[in-house]
């Protein structure tokens, strides 16, 4: 008898796709002279008003522009556009900052003929500066939306800060024999190290799901994807994913009782993994890509928290860049996780190399570890033998770049 498909075998990537590949969105950007040359704002637009649920940074100091989302998304559980600046995270401004935050709702409402309560606002950049507004108003004002792959990498380019390259995704399936199609883009390079979000996310979708249920998804992919990366061990203020679902899939509604939900989550999280993994390798100086497996443990829970826990080691950040195959650095940081670990049964590989089991160090080639670090992309994997919890993180290298690049990151 043929075995039925697994939900991520259903899924498949559409490898050209991003946040227009989805029906009926629309996005742009353009230079508003917010930063010397490059674009600097940005919107999407959805035909109608969309579901949206978001999740955002637990820092205390959250900036102006959450607060607007916020208080938009909180009307009607609907959002129809995005509004986005680079260069000035209004953040730490004061009610000047919050008043500016929703003048930028308010400009964007007039520019598309969009209701204020169904527009998102977000802003990325340096700390404690407010917004040109002047230069504000013109951009949006300019925009002009459209459907077309370049239209969607203008808004790709607009929202990057030290990031260099823009990120994207797209991943579809068929729920109730209509093609369901979920598109994403992301910057995020430094300050990655997230608790409820990690950067700013924007992800598309024509599925048809109520905003409860698509809030319900977004918690529950955002803590084995985005909540699983870390670059730095900082958590940003402005931090912020953003999902939109306007169901011009014409899909019936979605809820956790649909028979065909677990592939619209498994869609979802497709989409936010590869985005994560896109920051990750993307992380400011970042040479390689640090993917960390944890298997064997108490719970889930306490996998990933393992596995977070090395991929944010500097100590073993800094030893891969330096090609250094020193497992006690890996070892050191499973030591400290939030996690109940057997000191006598721990088992780690580097890629398909034994380096330690049951805790008892083995032999292997320096040579062969030294050529495997020298890849872009490193795997570690630790099994704990005392549960059968597993869990992923994934990081990047320490290199000398990341000091220059902070230390002079405002000029």
Not at 36 to 43: M, P, R, T
Not at 235 to 248: H, I, Q, R
Not at 270 to 278: F, M
């Amino acid at each position: 008898m043929k075995q039925a498909l697994t939900e991520k075998e259903i899924v498949r990537k559409i490898d050209s796709g991003g946040i227009l590949t989805p029906k009926g969105f629309k996005a742009g950007g353009i230079h508003a002279g917010l930063r010397y040359s490059k674009l600097d704002i940005g919107v999407i637009l959805s035909d109608s008003p969309a579901s949206c649920a978001a999740v955002y940074t637990t820092s205390h100091f959250q900036a102006a522009p959450i607060k607007v989302t916020k208080d938009s998304i909180t009307k009607e559980g609907k959002i129809q556009a995005v509004i986005v600046n680079s260069a000035c995270a209004n953040a730490c401004t004061g009610q000047r900052g919050l008043d500016d935050a929703y003048k930028m709702r308010s400009l964007t409402s007039q520019a598309f003929n969009v209701a204020e309560h169904y527009i998102a606002v977000a802003s990325t950049g340096v700390i404690g500066e407010f917004l040109p507004m002047d230069k504000i108003e013109t951009g949006i004002q300019s925009l002009v939306p459209g459907k077309m792959k370049g239209n969607a990498e203008d808004f790709q380019t607009a929202i990057l800060t030290t990031d260099t390259v823009m990120k994207s995704s797209c991943f579809a399936a068929e729920i109730n024999g209509k093609t369901v199609r979920v598109g994403g883009t992301a910057k995020g390079s430094g300050m990655i190290h997230p608790n409820m979000a990690t950067m700013l996310g924007f992800i598309t979708t024509d599925a048809n799901v109520p905003p409860q249920h698509l809030n319900t998804a977004l918690k529950e992919v955002t803590d084995i994807t985005f909540n699983q990366i870390t670059v730095d061990g900082d958590t940003s203020t402005n931090d912020m994913v953003l999902v939109l679902a306007n169901g011009e899939a014409g899909n019936e509604p979605l809820s956790p009782e649909h028979p065909e939900w677990s592939v619209f989550v498994q869609l979802l999280k497709e989409s936010c993994e590869s985005l994560a993994k896109q920051i990750a390798k993307d992380g400011e100086g970042a040479t390689k890509l640090v993917e960390v497996s944890v298997i064997g443990a108490a719970s889930n829970e306490e996998a990933r928290a393992v596995a977070k826990q090395i991929v944010g080691s500097n100590l073993v950040k800094t030893a891969i860049y330096g090609a250094d195959a020193n497992w006690g650095r890996i070892i050191g940081a499973v030591g400290q996780a939030n996690a109940y670990v057997n000191p006598d049964l721990v088992d780690v590989k580097l890629g398909s190399i034994e380096m330690l089991k049951a805790s008892n160090p083995l032999i292997y080639s320096e040579e062969e570890a030294k050529a495997y670090l020298e890849r872009d992309k490193i795997e570690i994997s630790v099994n704990l033998n005392v549960g059968s919890g597993s869990g992923m993180a994934w990081g990047c290298d320490l290199s000398y770049d990341y000091v220059k690049i902070n230390a002079s990151y405002r000029t």
